[in-house]
């Protein structure tokens, strides 16, 4: 099975893509951007939800009228990066529950090592939407969604501002059930696995690290 990969390639999507990539683009505009691309990826994401008829009452009359079906969407933030997807993902989806995966990359093996795991008890028939904006490696993903997997969420999909066809290909060959939802698909991966043209490093460009 081979996994499906959607590129929103919306024009306001790629404007605010092409200002994030400008190395003159300041911390604040990276920030304000990244909440904006993530609401345009997450009415997207959020495309096929499943909903379900309820009985209301207009100023008019009564009548039926359709809302989300089932438990809360869980938001699944990867460390610390995805923060910036997540905030534009929770102004679309208010009440959403939140989760948050913490990895590192071990320098000697450089395995994707768990150090924070915090999701709502109770995962069992929600869907999941896993957010970090750089799949660039995809190891971090990878180990992300397999934590994730051991929960038995309904679904589960991938959003991103970025990939590269090596990020993809190795995510797929894990999960090529989970969907990666992204607003580019750039060339390849450099020596250092950061993407090109890419926008370089998105935690160090959204928390002005650097
Ligand atoms: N992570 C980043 O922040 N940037 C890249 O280009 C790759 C991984």
New binding site residues.
């Given amino acids: 099975m081979s996994g499906q990969v959607y590129v929103i390639s919306h024009p306001l999507v790629q404007h605010k893509l092409t200002l994030m990539r400008s190395k003159e683009t300041s911390t604040g505009t990276f920030r304000t951007l990244l909440r904006e691309i993530s609401m345009l990826l997450g009415y997207e994401v959020c495309r096929d939800l499943p909903v379900t008829m309820v009985d209301i009452e207009t100023p008019i009359c009564a009548t039926k009228a359709p809302m989300l079906d089932g438990k809360k969407v869980v938001v699944i933030s990867i460390l610390r ?1 995805g923060g910036g997807i997540l905030d534009g993902m929770l102004e679309i989806l208010p009440s959403a529950r939140i989760g948050h995966i913490g990895l590192y990359r071990d320098p000697k093996t450089l395995v994707a090592v768990e150090y924070y795991f915090k999701v709502p008890d109770s995962m069992t028939d929600r869907d999941c939407i896993v957010v970090d ?2 799949l ?1 490696t995809g190891n971090s993903a990878i180990a992300a969604v397999d934590r994730i997997k051991e929960t038995s969420p309904r679904s589960i999909k991938f959003v991103c501002l970025l990939t590269c066809p090596e990020g993809i290909k190795a995510f797929h060959a894990h999960h090529p059930d989970v969907a990666i939802y992204t607003a580019a698909i750039d060339d390849r991966l450099n020596e250092k ?3 090109v043209p ?1 926008l ?4 160090d460009r959204l928390f002005g690290t650097k």
């Fill in positions: 990066a904006p750089m660039a696995s950061y993407i890419g370089g490093d998105a935690g």
